[in-house]
């Protein structure tokens, strides 16, 4: 959807939520329904960072309103304390026990994540319901209505302009994170932890930063409700609440911003319906509006399984565009620093006596070589040589169980990968890890993610806009680097193979590395594309790049390496120049079965 476009319907609903309450025809039943609309929505805000964008599912959320709720019902009732002072107070808490809690569940993976959030959301209604300075399962009465500038917030015509208020912060703190920094490592967590981690990316700490972020949010949410409702008990916070929220999200979109309030409305006011027409027709014995909720939500997500937003947009008139856009200008932005380079021949990388045993099966059996500033080194073997497990063991993806691997004169065996990239050795991967519903440039931006400062709070208040336009400028010149520089406004996933392997060397090269490592970047490429890789990697060479290549294809290697290690089985076969190699026998052996020198060669060339 155009900028413009989102820029007139956003205008038109806050000029609409404006309107409504000082219309007199309004009923109050309306402001009523969207006053929760809008409690809802900031809680599946939350779950829209969290599980549609994040891949983290969580089944809790209805604990944490519960925790501001209890925050501000308690202090306000016995201790007078002003309804304001207890927002941040509750925030304060939600943040405490949202990142003990994340600390513990976010460590999970599969469906043991939704099982222990149910366990947790399960334990803090528990908690609620049987604690006696809480009031147990009767819970809080007689909390004081908030006050605003001499303003009585009463009513619900009163409360419900700050309900929106906070709502449309949220909304716009959230689309300002996702569109920054920590936004597409946010976005890379569902991509795949190991090449978030390969460019810097601290998988585990932000796992945890968006699920107290979620928590904050629902905080709000129960401090709002709080004063909304002038009681609270343990019923709105139990486990069905949190399920219903993630209802909420899916149905509206799960990985879209406004898809949020989009689901918040569905849900909310098809069950009101549902409560006042199904008991009409079928009586008031049995909660039938449950089963026919539950049936109803089964055949929207048969049929929107991205949700109701992606339909909204399609139907408001946006297109897919059947021309690449034009390439964004990055005029007048100021350049990244960049990394001292050795000199040339200088020794970048040594591998020494490197082993790797998984139980008693050796798959890499003490490989020794080193790569030099300024060339091309190719590691080389037949299928299943242990080529890929050597790279994986250089870039810390695997520990080594034996022998060393120094970098620069800095040992980095034994080291995660982000600690690796950040002295300045950036890859590429044997299957093409992209973010493929991000744009190209964003996936180059991704490399670049340890060259800017810029945190959560910075962008979630877009204060990052200078340090943004830097980093995407980066991304802009590795792109025209790599001839992919028209592509910038494209899905990554729209380009065809060799454009994406090419694309990953320009999101390693936006690291700026002293070293680049290129996992089978060829494999399964055709004729051309092959050349159109040749090309770019003897360009960089060109340039004065390191680069380790690891490659079956000898015929691809031959013209484009300085120097050739060969492996088979795990061991160093062979290594030299490429033309002592191509003539080893063993190497012959490996490759080809023993076939005579001569006809090897008519075999490469034919």
């Known amino acids: 959807m155009p900028a413009h476009r989102n820029r007139i319907i956003g205008v038109a609903f806050v000029l609409v939520l404006a309107i409504l309450p000082v219309t007199p025809v309004t009923p109050e039943f309306w402001i009523t329904l969207l006053n929760y609309i809008g409690l809802s929505s900031l809680v599946v805000l ?44 509750g925030l304060a808490v939600t943040a405490l026990v949202a990142g003990a809690i994340g600390v513990i569940t976010m460590r999970l993976s599969g469906h043991y ?88 990316v601290n998988t585990a700490r932000y796992k945890i930063i968006i699920f107290v972020y979620a928590a904050l949010l629902a905080c709000v949410s129960g401090w709002l409700y709080a004063h909304l409702q002038r009681s609270i008990n343990p019923t709105p916070f139990g486990i069905n609440a949190g399920i219903e929220y993630l209802f909420m999200a899916v149905a509206g979109g799960a990985a879209y911003v406004w898809g949020a309030i ?10 009101d319906q549902l409560q006042d027409l199904l008991p009409r027709l079928l009586g008031s014995n049995g909660n039938f509006e449950t089963i026919v909720f539950g049936v109803l939500l089964v055949l929207l997500l048969q049929h929107a399984q991205d949700g109701l937003w992606p339909l909204v947009t399609r139907l408001s008139g946006a297109r897919t565009p059947t021309r690449k856009p034009v390439a964004r200008s990055f005029g007048g932005v100021d350049p990244l620093p960049v990394r001292p380079r050795p ?30 500033a300024g060339e091309i080194v190719g590691l080389i073997g037949p299928n299943g040589a242990g080529k890929s497990t050597t790279f994986n063991l250089l870039t810390g993806v695997l520990p080594a169980t034996g022998g060393e691997v120094r970098f620069c ?22 299957h093409v890890q992209l973010l493929t519903g991000m744009s190209v440039l964003e ?55 060799g454009q994406q392997r090419i694309l990953e060397i320009a999101r390693a090269l936006a690291a700026d590395p002293v070293l680049l490592l290129l996992d089978e970047p060829a494999a399964g490429l055709r004729y051309r594309e092959k050349q159109a890789l040749a ?59 023993g076939v005579e020198p001569s006809a090897a060669e008519e075999a490469s060339h034919g």
């Open 343 to 372: 000199a040339a021949g200088e020794r970048v990388l040594d591998v020494r006596d490197v082993r790797k045993e998984f139980g008693g099966l050796v798959a890499v059996n003490d490989i020794s070589f080193s790569v030099a």
């Open 46 to 89: 939350g779950l829209v960072l969290l599980t549609g964008v994040g891949g983290l599912t969580s089944f809790g959320q209805a604990a944490f309103v519960g925790i501001g709720a209890y925050v501000t019902g308690y202090l306000t009732t016995a201790y007078g304390v002003s309804p304001w002072l207890t927002l941040p107070t």
């Open 262 to 271: 989009l689901g918040a409305t569905l849900v909310t006011v098809a069950k």
């Open 113 to 200: 994540l939704p099982l222990g959030t149910i366990a947790w959301g399960i334990s803090l209604f528990f908690l609620f319901g049987n604690m006696d300075w809480l009031g147990k399962y009767d819970g809080l009465n007689g909390l004081p209505a908030l006050h605003l500038f001499g303003i009585s917030l009463e009513r619900g015509r009163q409360i419900y302009y700050l309900i929106w208020l906070f709502v449309l912060l949220a909304v716009a703190a959230t689309a300002n994170l996702l569109d920054s920094r920590p936004g597409r490592a946010i976005r890379a967590l569902r991509g795949g932890t190991g090449m978030a981690e390969s460019f810097g």
């Open 443 to 497: 996936n180059v931006a991704l490399g670049a993610h340890l060259r800017s400062p810029v945190g959560i709070t910075r962008a979630a208040l877009r204060l990052d806009r200078r340090d943004e336009q830097r980093l995407l400028a980066e991304a802009a010149r590795q792109l025209e680097r790599v001839g992919l520089g028209s592509y910038q406004e494209e899905l990554a996933g729209n380009l065809a193979l």
């Open 535 to 593: 090309a770019v990697l003897g360009q960089l060479r060109r340039e004065g790049m390191s680069i380790l290549l690891v490659e079956h294809d000898m015929e691809f290697v031959m013209g484009l390496t300085d120097h050739l290690v060969v492996m088979d089985f795990g061991t160093k076969l062979a290594e030299g120049k490429p033309e002592a190699v191509r003539a080893n026998p063993l190497v012959l052996e490996a490759y080809l079965g």
């Open 409 to 430: 004169g800095t040992r980095i065996d034994g080291r995660p990968a982000r600690d690796i990239v950040h002295l300045g050795m950036a890859r590429t991967f044997q």
